[in-house]
């Protein structure tokens, strides 16, 4: 990789990290309603990068800008979840740990945990990146191609097992949101992007089974305590490192988020206490974004939003170790690992100050309405339909006291019906 490109890409990477820090610090706004909206402006953003870049590198350097603002999201949206408590899908778990930590005044400590495990899971996955290509390469991944079927009951039928809220609450909640995110993929609800283009069938179900629900929930209306920082390190990299484990499964798998995986993996690995539980979901979301590249890399699988839009930039680009684009992109995740860090923790910081002047409800109100908006405009009047439905369904399992990780049915039911050939 000539040096110019590697400069260029530091450059794209600063600019994602500064999207992604907005997108995981906006309760509500998941990086990939970012990537969507690069990828609708990538015609005239390629021509401003080729005014400063040669124009074969244009796309791949947007894509070094996607990869490093998912990065970063990956990490920061933890921020929100646990001083807002408006989650990110992949950080939902996240919140009651966060709450005790926050209500105790240790808010800061909380972020710091959550910092500690992005990092492992980074670094960690960034170390096995090469190494797992050439596994999966080698056949390891067409073997679990082959129970891609059974993993995902087993995943299903092991969340049901281990909810220890409202078992019945659960058994209706995982089928009824796969139900609505099935409706979403076949088309059966007819959503246009008004915009242009295909319309963004994910928003609305997403944002409206893990966004709404936060958002309309009443807050206390009173100050949190006073937050203290004694800047010391409060977890080791352990937790961090049975993330890395999770998320390399979870950036393989199709429909198994890191929520999801988070859930199995205190199953497996036994309960961590609060920080460690805290350290190794984050590990975990980190860790999934990464091996969502390499699971890419590999068969040309997009697992998340963020990947489809790299894939639909780099249609017909050779992405594997040695080539230009895998480089770019192991680059783009090294830059942009270690920036999220340094600014979870000024995030945090900031944070501690912003919540004791800040209107909870009213910041709310103006997420949701922002989040309409969006909705409106990618998916068109079905589309708020289903922003509805969706955000109705999302309550259910706040109001009867179940785990709110059965809503990602909506993800891992249609694929395990289309994996069996039933659509």
């Given at each position: ?16 990290a500064a999207m992604g820090t907005f997108t995981g610090l906006v309760p509500g706004i998941h990086v990939n309603t970012l990537a969507l909206l690069l990828m609708a ?202 993330g890395v484990l999770t998320g390399s499964i979870t950036g393989w798998f199709p429909g198994v988020t890191s929520t999801t995986g988070a859930a199995m993996a205190g ?157």
């Amino acid at each position: 990789m000539v040096p110019d490109l590697l400069l260029l890409t530091f450059y794209m990477c600063l600019i994602g990290a500064a999207m992604g820090t907005f997108t995981g610090l906006v309760p509500g706004i998941h990086v990939n309603t970012l990537a969507l909206l690069l990828m609708a402006f990538s015609g005239p953003l390629t021509d401003i990068i080729a005014m400063f870049a040669p124009s074969e590198y244009a796309p791949l350097l947007l894509c070094a800008c996607v990869l490093s603002a998912a990065v970063v999201h990956s990490a920061t949206d933890f921020v929100p979840s646990v001083f807002l408590g408006v989650p990110d899908p992949d950080s939902v778990l996240n919140i009651l740990p966060g709450h005790r930590l926050l209500l105790d005044g240790k808010g800061m400590t909380a972020v710091r945990c959550a910092a500690i495990g992005s990092l492992v899971g980074a670094t960690a996955s960034l170390c096995l990146a090469v190494p797992m290509y050439y596994l999966l390469s080698s056949g390891l991944g067409d073997y679990l191609n082959s129970i891609t079927v059974g993993f995902l009951i087993a995943v299903l039928a092991l969340m049901i097992i281990t909810e220890k809220g409202n078992r019945a609450v659960a058994l209706i909640v995982m089928p009824l949101s796969g139900l609505l995110g099935l409706a979403c993929m076949i088309d059966v609800i007819p959503m246009t992007n008004i915009l242009g283009g295909e319309p963004e069938v994910m928003l609305p179900l997403l944002s409206g089974l893990f966004g709404v629900p936060a958002m309309l929930m009443p807050a206390d209306g009173g100050k949190v305590p006073d937050q203290t920082d004694d800047e010391t390190r409060p977890v080791g990299v352990l937790p961090g490192l049975k993330g890395v484990l999770t998320g390399s499964i979870t950036g393989w798998f199709p429909g198994v988020t890191s929520t999801t995986g988070a859930a199995m993996a205190g199953t497996i690995f036994g309960e961590e206490d609060g920080k460690g539980f805290i350290s190794m979901v984050s590990s975990i979301g980190t860790a999934s974004t990464m091996f969502t590249f390499v699971t890419f890399a590999v068969n040309g699988n997009e697992r998340s939003g963020t990947m489809t839009v790299i894939g639909d930039l780099l249609s017909g680009t050779l992405v594997a170790p040695g080539t230009d684009a895998f480089l770019v992109m192991m680059f783009a995740m090294a830059v942009s690992s270690v920036l999220a860090y340094p600014i979870m923790i000024k995030a945090g910081r900031l944070m501690c100050v912003l919540m004791q002047r800040v209107d909870i409800r009213r910041l709310n109100t103006c997420v949701l309405a922002f989040m309409i908006l969006l909705t409106l405009a990618f998916t068109g009047y079905w589309g708020l339909v289903v922003l509805l439905a969706a955000g109705l369904l999302g309550l259910v399992p706040v109001l009867f006291g179940c785990n709110r990780t059965h809503l990602t049915g909506c993800l891992i039911i249609p694929v395990l019906l289309f994996k069996l050939g039933l659509f």
